[in-house]
């Protein structure tokens, strides 16, 4: 007995679309979007630059298909202020891209829950800041590429 197996254009679309940002990824080159001066800036970005004077990295998460790194999600603090930071960046293969994206921080204790920054960007979701000074920090971040949503989130760590 032969069963119809359904196909879905969307799928098939997204399919292309991440064989073609790996195939662009493996050149070396730059999706003819990419040429806006947004684009430009965003592959220029660093996440302390996005999160602001002060902020350093400690920790990051990368978002992998089987070949090619889509996007890493940072964690900055600030010692000055005490205050974390989150920025999911996209990397060379999606950068210019408009996918769904996201950034959120979650400090043990203050009361405030989640801090989030989700939307379609084409470049990088965050900065999400908030003051974390003495508590263990819970963060993580998504990016939405081809056929599979890659999410990470922490478990509590980097306390104090």
């Not at 996440?47 to 940072?74: K, M, W």
């Not at 960046?89 to 891209?97: N, R, V």
């Amino acid at each position: 007995m032969h069963i119809p197996v359904r196909t879905d254009a969307r799928i098939r679309r997204s399919a292309v679309i991440v064989s073609a940002i790996a195939a662009l990824a493996a050149l070396g080159a730059v999706p003819a979007h990419a040429a806006s001066a947004e684009a430009t800036t965003a592959t220029a970005a660093t996440p302390a630059g996005i999160c602001g004077s002060g902020y350093t990295q400690i920790d990051s998460h990368a978002f992998r298909n089987s070949t090619t790194e889509l996007a890493r999600v940072y964690l900055l603090y600030n010692a000055s202020t005490k205050s974390n930071c989150v920025v999911t960046l996209h990397s060379a293969s999606t950068s210019g891209f408009a996918l769904p994206t996201g950034a959120w921080l979650d400090v043990d204790g203050d009361g405030k829950g989640q801090a989030k920054d989700q939307g379609t960007y084409s470049s990088y979701a965050g900065p999400v800041r908030l003051a974390a000074g003495g508590r263990c920090v819970k963060w993580g971040g998504m990016i939405e590429a081809g056929v599979g949503t890659y999410t990470y989130t922490s478990p509590w760590e980097h306390c104090g």
